[in-house]
Nanobody, 122 residues
Framework: VQLQASGGGLVQAGGSVRVSCAASGGTFSSTTVGWFRQAPGKEREFLGGISWNYGGTYYADSVKGRFTVFRDKAKNTVTLQMNSLKPEDTAVYYC????????????????WGQGTQVTVSS
């Protein structure tokens, strides 16, 4: 399966934005879809994950309460809703999949696609 993240863009601090992940050449079935971000000079950071089959979610403590992951089975997409954005949320946002629930390390995820840029202005 190939993944492609889209959405994002430029947003003011305190605002909201959504980024979505679409699959091609396969489906999300039986996977956990994870969202990550990477800022310049920093390591790739786990944000949240969702079980495609069951809809359960889990998040990094750093974004819990501000970011929400949800899926749309009809559209075959997984979306990351980001609220109360801060300049430090500026990064390239990526989605990827893994076969097991609860994973957080980027090394445990596969099918990384091109990310999408989110820039938060102060």
């Amino acid at each position: 399966v190939q993944l492609q993240a889209s959405g994002g863009g430029l947003v003011q601090a305190g605002g909201s934005v959504r980024v979505s992940c679409a699959a091609s050449g396969g489906t999300f079935s039986s996977t956990t879809v994870g969202w990550f971000r990477q800022a310049p000079g920093k390591e790739r950071e786990f944000l949240g994950g969702i079980s495609w089959n069951y809809g359960g979610t889990y998040y990094a403590d750093s974004v819990k309460g501000r970011f929400t992951v949800f899926r749309d089975k009809a559209k075959n997409t997984v979306t990351l809703q980001m609220n109360s954005l801060k300049p430090e949320d500026t990064a390239v946002y990526y989605c990827a999949v893994t076969s097991a629930w609860g994973r957080r390390s980027p090394r445990e995820f596969q099918s990384w696609g091109q990310g999408t840029q989110v820039t938060v202005s102060s």
